[in-house]
């Protein structure tokens, strides 16, 4: 299967702890994007990356947030002293170079902080 | 702020019935609008649009984009009990970065 995959796919913490999720991307794309997705909205937009840079970042990506992507393959979202709110689905997608690709989902991390 | 609205939010239909989803967004750095099918899991993608006037089609499943009126349609046809899901309208934006609506919850009843 050479779609995009995530790691893992549910993880239970207790507020406080540091989590991190890792997203291996389509093989040849090139662009990589974090979303957040909580119960009844669709996926919000957190941070984008092209090769290993890192270009975008929403606002709702506080300091406790930190993403890499060190190589420009598989990228890394940490979430430090986790909090209830922080709770959702953390969704990866990748892209390739030209104007007509389209984003492509990985199934997705499933945080829930107790 | 980049909004994309759809509606209705939720739709109950019949086996059979044809139904029709609404899109609507703002035009900042507008590149793409995108639909997406969600089951209990991520979004599965659709269809992309750029062009107004242009219909996708893919079995019974069709989409329009109106760039002058900044909105999109998603039709089924003849809609089945496994079309039930939530369908997701995105806005393309800057970096090709996704703006998503709330999406529209089918539920197709045998």
């Known amino acids: 299967d050479t779609g995009v995959s995530q790691d893992p796919r549910h993880k239970i913490t207790k507020r406080g702890q540091n989590v991190t999720f890792r997203c291996d991307p389509i093989?040849?794309?090139?662009?990589l994007y974090w979303y957040r997705q909580t119960l009844g909205q669709g996926p919000e937009f957190l941070t984008y990356f092209q090769n290993e840079a890192q270009l975008e970042k929403s606002r709702l990506l506080s300091d406790r947030f930190s993403a890499e992507r060190p190589k420009g393959s598989f990228s890394t979202l940490e979430i430090q002293r986790t909090e209830q709110g922080d709770s959702a689905m953390y969704l990866c997608?990748?892209?390739?170079?030209?104007?007509?690709?389209?984003?492509?989902f990985g199934p997705g991390t499933r945080l829930l902080v107790l | 702020e980049d909004k994309v609205v759809q509606s209705p939010l939720s739709l109950v239909v019949h086996e059979g019935d044809t139904v029709t989803l609404n899109c609507s967004y703002e035009v900042t750095n507008f590149r793409s609008l995108l639909w997406y099918k969600q089951e209990k899991k991520a979004p599965t993608f659709l269809f992309m649009l750029t062009s107004s006037g242009i219909e996708k089609k893919s079995g019974r499943l069709s989409s329009i984009l109106d760039k002058k009126e900044l909105f999109s349609i998603l039709n089924i046809t003849a809609t089945q009990t496994g079309d039930s899901a939530i369908y997701l309208c995105a806005r393309g934006g800057s970096n090709y970065k996704l703006t998503f609506g709330k999406g529209t919850l089918l539920t197709v009843n045998p």
């Open positions: 997608a990748s892209r390739g170079w030209t104007e007509k690709e389209t984003q492509y």
């Open positions: 093989s040849e794309h090139n662009r």
